[in-house]
């Protein structure tokens, strides 16, 4: 396999990986602190500001 397609297969990884944990803080946000809600968000953040990088 080609660097460029491993690469972009690693991207395409990492990307659902971030849409599944917004999910799964949805899902979960009920049963979160607001503290602790608002934690998870910036960490989601935090990971899509790294991924435009």
């Known amino acids: 396999m080609k660097t460029d ?13 971030i849409r599944l944990e917004e999910k799964l803080v949805d899902a979960f946000s009920p ?13 989601i953040a935090q990971h899509k500001q790294e991924m435009e990088e």
């Open 5 to 17: 397609t491993k690469l972009r297969i690693i991207d395409k990884v990492l990307r659902f990986l």
């Open 31 to 43: 049963y979160l602190e607001p503290g602790e809600l608002k934690e998870y968000r910036a960490r």
